[in-house]
């Protein structure tokens, strides 16, 4: 089975504009989760979907969004980039939405923004 | 609120010796799961090993073992026979039901030749 993939890999943008990323789940699964990663602040919970619907939401502003398709893809879109948005932004995928199941991560989308 | 600590910023160890890694981690609920992630170089974040609370019995995966004192809240990872591939950021994580994963601040790895 393929692993989870995001694309773009590595991103460069500017103050002010916006950025969509994308996350391809392991086929069959349905809860997708993204996670941003920065040196200061270490790993923090965007937010996460299951079935096309969030289920859950982290301390983030409203800048920072999300949805998953019907085919489990999902897509997170940050607006207004401020220079502090720079950071590895990972993806993980499970199976089910319950506590048996151990998320899985993509190779992370690199954003730089100048 | 989930907490998860890794007091150790850096370790390192020789190539073939035996390293331990430590997390402690706070949680209201009986029901949770444990695990360690490593990330290498490349920044793949990739499973090492996973501890559900229920259990007594420390999990074991080919060369790493956990040592899960769960009265203590503690969740150490053992590293037997460290190879130089097993260079990496090593992250403590807790999830408790269907909730997020809640990490540790991460401990880099470094094996000496």
């Known amino acids: 089975k393929a692993g989870v993939t995001q694309t773009p890999r590595y991103l460069i943008k500017t103050r002010g504009q916006q950025v969509t990323l994308s996350c391809s789940p392991i086929?069959?699964?349905?809860?997708v989760s993204w996670y941003q990663q920065t040196p200061g602040q270490g790993l923090q919970f965007l937010f996460e979907?299951?079935?096309?619907?969030?289920?859950n939401k982290g301390n983030f502003p409203g800048r920072f969004s999300g949805r998953q398709f019907s085919n489990s893809r999902s897509e997170m879109n940050v607006s207004t980039l401020e220079l502090g948005d720079s950071a590895l932004y990972l993806c993980?995928?499970?199976?089910?939405?319950?506590?048996?199941?151990?998320?899985?991560f993509g190779p992370g989308t690199r954003l730089t923004v100048l | 609120a989930q907490t998860v600590t890794q007091s150790q910023p850096e370790m390192s160890v020789q190539e073939a010796e035996t390293v331990t890694l430590s997390c402690t981690y706070d949680?209201?609920?009986?029901?949770?799961?444990l695990f360690w992630y490593k990330q290498p170089p490349s920044r793949q974040m990739i499973l090492v090993i996973r501890?559900?609370?229920?259990?007594?019995q420390n999990a074991t995966e080919n060369r790493f073992s956990v040592n899960f004192q769960k009265a203590a809240k503690s969740f150490s990872l053992k590293i037997s026979d460290s190879q130089l591939g097993d260079a990496a950021m090593y992250f403590c994580?807790?999830?408790?039901?269907?909730?997020?994963?809640?990490f540790g601040q991460g401990t880099r790895l470094t094996i000496n030749p």
């Open positions: 993980a995928s499970s199976l089910e939405r319950d506590s048996t199941d151990t998320q899985y």
């Open positions: 086929s069959g699964h349905r809860s």
């Open positions: 979907y299951f079935s096309e619907t969030q289920r």
């Open positions: 949680t209201s609920e009986s029901d949770y799961y």
């Open positions: 501890q559900e609370a229920y259990k007594q």
């Open positions: 994580a807790s999830r408790q039901g269907a909730q997020k994963l809640v």
